[in-house]
């Protein structure tokens, strides 16, 4: 095996919580960009399990090209229809034959695909039916022969499906953990027990000046519920309420917290949808346009553009890195003093051991006082030990246990 190239550096001192202005955002798990996510990951998924009872192994496959059509619908107070259905494909490449024994063995992609996104839309909406709101496509092809062979080359390690980057970063600032928080609390079950008026379509902005944050968030109320405008204006209140007591108990900061800015009372205009999704009424989505892995959009940081829903878990690096790089960022500053803040920075080249990097780049800002020299050899112990390791993030990613958008 390889020497891992692991490069350590020290970038200025200035920190995100230092700048004057700081932009933050999170869809949550009905806005229709996160829902085509995961339906895209829902079908890599199933497609494993199906592929280790069958033959053992994880096949390849790579399914993370998704697009969601928004429908059309006619949500009203205390009721509503969806008139025109949600429309859902998924595409890629899947491994959809065998040679067993000397003959041919067809494999159901696509019955595995429709079921699996089904179920994920069944489990994830509380009012909406798959069977009655949804289309489910897919445009699933066998894998080119050289990805394939590639992926079936593997011994004890895989080899790189792709070259992709990863990256990672620590600690989230305050309010990055608002934003994330702000949703986590409002699609929690014990909120939608309390106020299930609140569709699971909630799209959170914040943005800081200096010690201030304005917090705008939309929220698709479910129409069947709400019998009229003055409950629908109570509802709107208490969840403000909420939000702003949440963010009091969090930190010292001024926060003003607005639901649904486009109301417009006297023009009759509601954010109302009848299943919880604006998915269900003209708004699309795209797999890889929601959060990147920690949950968060945040265009103030280094990130990927890699969309890890969808791609296999085994040796597509474009999923397996942006983890390795978000584990690799906690790890080290939980464990190493004097850093306010680092960023991990992987790239992968296509047929190479996944544990065999182009470079594992770390960048760091230090706390007054620290220096390099006293925190590179830690960092690059860390860095080493998560590469060597990278093949156990399989069955986490398997099991769901690893935040993916």
């Known amino acids: 095996m390889k020497e891992k190239p692991i490069h350590v550096e020290q970038l200025g001192n200035m920190a995100i919580d230092d700048l004057e202005v700081e932009i933050v955002e999170r869809k949550g798990k009905g806005h229709p960009d996160t829902l085509i996510d995961g339906a ?3 079908v890599s998924r199933a497609l494993c399990e199906y592929y280790l ?39 890629g490449r ?9 003959k041919i063995e067809q494999i159901p992609v696509g019955g595995i695909s429709v079921s699996s996104v089904k179920k994920f839309f069944k489990s994830t909406m509380r009012f909406l039916d798959p069977e009655k709101h949804l289309i489910v496509d897919y445009k699933i092809k066998q894998g080119s022969t050289d990805l394939i ?27 990055e953990k608002l934003v994330l928080e702000t949703d986590t609390f409002l699609n929690s079950e014990k909120t939608k027990r309390e106020m299930p008026e609140i569709g699971e379509d909630i799209k959170v902005m914040a943005l800081r000046k200096g010690k201030e944050i304005d917090l705008t968030i939309a929220i698709a109320m479910v ?24 963010s009091s108990r969090m930190f010292n900061m001024n926060v003003k917290v607005a639901i649904n800015s486009a109301d417009d009372y006297e023009k009759g205009i509601f954010y109302l949808t009848v299943t919880g999704t604006s998915a269900e009424s003209g708004d699309d989505g795209n797999t890889g346009r929601s959060n990147r892995l920690n949950g968060l959009i945040t265009p103030m940081r280094q990130y990927s553009m890699e969309a890890s829903a969808g791609k296999n878990p085994v040796n597509h690096t474009g999923k397996l890195f942006n983890i390795l790089a978000q584990r690799i960022a906690d790890n080290i500053y939980d464990e190493v003093k004097g850093i306010r803040e680092v960023y991990v920075r992987m790239l992968s080249s296509i047929g190479t051991r996944i544990d065999e990097p182009q470079i594992a780049s770390v ?9 390099l020299s006293s925190v590179k050899g830690s960092i690059a112990s860390i860095t080493e030990g998560h590469i060597s390791k990278v093949g156990d993030l399989t069955p986490l990613i398997l099991s769901g246990s690893i935040r993916l958008f």
């Open 40 to 42: 895209s990951e829902s």
């Open 53 to 91: 009872q069958k033959y053992g192994a994880i096949l390849h496959h790579n399914v993370d090209k998704g697009l969601l059509v928004g429908g059309r619908s006619n949500p009203k107070f205390g009721g509503g229809e969806v008139v025109e259905p949600i429309y859902v494909t998924v595409a």
């Open 94 to 102: 899947a491994t959809s034959f065998v040679v067993k024994n000397g």
């Open 149 to 175: 062979k590639i992926f079936e080359k593997s011994n004890d390690m895989p080899l790189s499906n792709d070259t992709s980057i990863g990256v990672g970063f620590a600690p989230l600032t305050p309010t």
């Open 223 to 246: 129409s069947g519920l709400i019998p009229d405008k003055s409950h629908y204006i109570n509802i709107k209140e208490e969840a403000k309420k909420r939000v702003e007591d949440l």
């Open 363 to 371: 960048a760091v800002v230090l706390e007054k006082g620290s220096s």
